[in-house]
């Protein structure tokens, strides 16, 4: 098993940048494929993006490909996501989670395919 713990989060202004990371409790965090989620008030959660478990692959959701980069340092145990140009509909409260796999190369963007979360990290972005 695994615990996730999301910092990071904060309030910035449409255009700026933040940086979230998920530190990972455990000896077996290379195990896991990551992933990154949100809630908007009034939403329902949904994919941002997701790294495979060696952090070879990553895919993004269209809504923030070309802004936001995924990555991951297994020696560190932590996933991270770097948000560029930031808009007020990127407001959410963000979510990182993990699923085990076999897979190196494997990643996942349904939610109903992780089996742990973290508590979320609230981003707010101001016009």
């Known amino acids: 098993q695994v615990q996730l713990v999301e910092s990071g989060g904060g309030l910035v202004q449409a255009g700026g940048s933040l940086r979230l990371s998920c530190a990972a409790s455990g000896r077996t965090f290379s195990s896991y494929a990551m992933g990154w989620f949100r809630q908007a008030p009034g939403k329902e959660r949904e994919f941002v993006a997701a790294?495979?478990?060696?952090?070879?692959?990553?895919y993004n959701a269209d809504s923030v490909k070309g802004r936001f980069t995924i990555s991951r340092d297994n020696a560190k145990n932590t996933v991270a996501v770097q948000m560029n140009r930031l808009k007020p509909e990127d407001t959410a409260v963000y979510y990182c989670?993990?699923?085990?796999?076999?897979?190196?190369?494997?990643?996942?963007?349904?939610?109903?395919?992780?089996?742990?979360w973290g508590q979320g990290t609230q981003v707010t972005v101001s016009s």
């Open positions: 790294i495979s478990r060696s952090g070879a692959w990553t």
């Open positions: 989670a993990a699923k085990p796999t076999t897979s190196n190369v494997r990643y996942y963007v349904s939610e109903y395919e992780y089996d742990y």
